[in-house]
T-cell receptor, first 115, second 110 residues
Framework: NAGVMQNPRHLVRRRGQEARLRCSPM?????VYWYRQLPEEGLKFMVY????????ESGMPKERFSAEFPKEGPSILRIQQVVRGDSAAYFC?????????????FGQGTRLTVV | QKEVEQDPGPLSVPEGAIVSLNCTYS??????FMWYRQYSRKGPELLMY????GNKEDGRFTAQVDKSSKYISLFIRDSQPSDSATYLC??????????FGTGTKLQVIP
């Protein structure tokens, strides 16, 4: 049973480009959480999704950021018109049911660098 | 003031030492208290979690929660070089949104 898969592991984008980060949850998991980790900072909650639904996006910037978790395929975190301040590690976690992260597993993260 | 405060370290200890890692928090609604271990360039890995107050032990690891003081601790006995990592405390009021500390970097010297 493969763990949570994130790709790419490393992504370099120029300012103004779009970044697409993918997260394939563990088999049987239908809940996905996205977190951002800036250098020397803890993980910051961004968004919580179930299949085809955004449950809580209170941690996501209102502009340029969007997330989806379609019926088929991975969850996607999309950042449009990236800026240097978007450079960070983005982690997703998946869980089999709704609730706190005690049942969730994290992926290895995608490290986004904006140049 | 941050909702969760955690000393970033780094903390260096000799192999075999007892390690004490701590976090304080301000939100009285927090009910779930978690400790994660994160190796460099890896995702966080859940070590232990506690619901409400009390202690929990798992092998060399002991988690303690003191809700009256809004203070949680993780103790590592007989520390090993393989314990060298960043340790993140995390808390939740019971919803999907979890608040993390900034992490304490631990180095266990052989």
């Amino acid at each position: 049973n493969a763990g949570v898969m994130q790709n790419p592991r490393h992504l370099v984008r120029r300012r103004g480009q779009e970044a697409r980060l993918r997260c394939s949850p563990m088999k049987g998991h239908s809940h996905v959480y996205w977190y951002r980790q800036l250098p020397e900072e803890g993980l910051k909650f961004m968004v919580y999704l179930q299949k085809e639904n955004i449950i809580d996006e209170s941690g996501m910037p209102k502009e340029r950021f969007s997330a989806e978790f379609p019926k088929e395929g991975p969850s996607i975190l999309r950042i449009q018109q990236v800026v240097r301040g978007d450079s960070a590690a983005y982690f997703c976690a998946s869980s089999p049911s709704q609730g706190v992260l005690t049942e969730a597993f994290f992926g290895q993260g995608t490290r986004l660098t904006v140049v | 003031q941050k909702e969760v405060e955690q000393d970033p370290g780094p903390l260096s200890v000799p192999e075999g030492a007892i390690v004490s890692l701590n976090c304080t928090y301000s939100n009285s609604a927090f009910q779930y208290f978690m400790w994660y271990r994160q190796y460099s360039r890896k995702g966080p890995e859940l070590l232990m979690y506690t619901y409400s107050s009390g202690n929990k032990e798992d092998g060399r690891f002991t988690a303690q929660v003191d809700k009256s003081s809004k203070y949680i601790s993780l103790f590592i006995r007989d520390s090993q070089p393989s314990d060298s990592a960043t340790y993140l405390c995390a808390m939740s009021a019971g919803y999907q949104k979890v608040t993390f500390g900034t992490g304490t970097k631990l180095q266990v010297i052989p």
